[in-house]
């Protein structure tokens, strides 16, 4: 139950959630004839949902949490006991196949074997669980490492967690248990410093290795400020970001 709440709850505070609760409240102000404060709430309405789905404004609230990871070489990176790949790229299993759906995530998997096959650790250590009845993330992610060259020895598994403080929680664990301090952390740059946060609230040396970075260079047109619904899904997207890094300063205080 709890972690339907603390999935649920922030749906009412993303772009699209919020705008569908001033809408409803709108309406019972119309019904209650109170016709001036419904039409300021739907005009919000119009602004959030207009502005959110913008590129403009999802590049520049990507860019926020970005910035602060820039890019590093694989060569600059220093050797550590194991690499951490946090999940979040797969989509499951495609019926019939038995292959593994991935999603634009991917570019954590493909740098953690980047990562991996350069000699930075000699363990790979795949982080992530799944709903019940479903193939844990880090199985998916041991199916694709192994189509890339990664041998199965060097992969370790966490398969339980359902969210990022999870995700350190009990790789800190399995990595305690074979006495290993530290890590390179994979995972999208827009993630990052809530995923090193919580990692380093478990004791270990972290080295944040970013990867599938949002904003990438491209030509600025009249179209950046027009709504698209991947722009609103990145806007949601940086939000989110910053609600779980809220939660998480909150929990470790």
């Known amino acids: 139950m709890g972690y339907l709440l603390t999935k649920l709850l922030p749906l009412f505070v993303y772009p699209l959630g919020l705008s569908l609760v ?16 419904a039409r300021v709430l739907l005009a919000m309405v119009v602004v959030i949902l207009w ?14 949490l970005e910035s602060e990871y820039p890019p590093l070489s694989v060569d600059s990176l220093p050797n ?8 979040g790229m797969t989509h499951g299993i495609v019926p019939g196949t038995g292959d593994v759906d991935l999603s634009e995530e991917v570019d954590r ?25 479903y193939e844990p993330e880090a199985v998916s992610m041991r199916r694709v490492l192994t189509t890339l060259g990664v041998p199965g020895k060097a992969m370790l598994l966490e398969a339980r967690s359902r969210n990022t403080r999870q995700n350190a929680k009990y790789s800190a664990q399995i990595l305690r248990q ?61 939000i989110k970001e910053y609600l779980g890094r809220i939660v998480g300063y909150i929990l470790a205080w």
């Open 51 to 64: 502005v959110s789905s913008t590129p403009r404004f999802s590049n520049w609230i990507a860019g926020t």
């Open 178 to 238: 074979r006495g290993i301090n530290r890590v390179i952390l994979v995972t999208s740059a827009y993630h990052m410093g809530r995923a090193l946060f919580e990692f380093r609230q478990q004791g270990l040396t972290v080295y944040p290795a970013a990867t599938d970075y949002q904003v990438v260079e491209g030509p600025k047109t009249i179209l950046d400020w027009l709504p698209q619904a991947a722009a609103l899904e990145g806007t949601t997207k940086s």
């Open 80 to 87: 550590a006991g194991a690499i951490v790949l946090l999940g």
């Open 22 to 37: 001033l809408v409803l409240t709108a309406w019972l102000l119309l019904w209650q004839d109170r016709k001036r404060p």
């Open 109 to 133: 998997l493909l740098h953690a074997a980047a990562l991996y096959r350069a000699g930075r650790a000699p363990l790979l250590l795949l982080a992530g669980g799944n709903a019940k009845g």
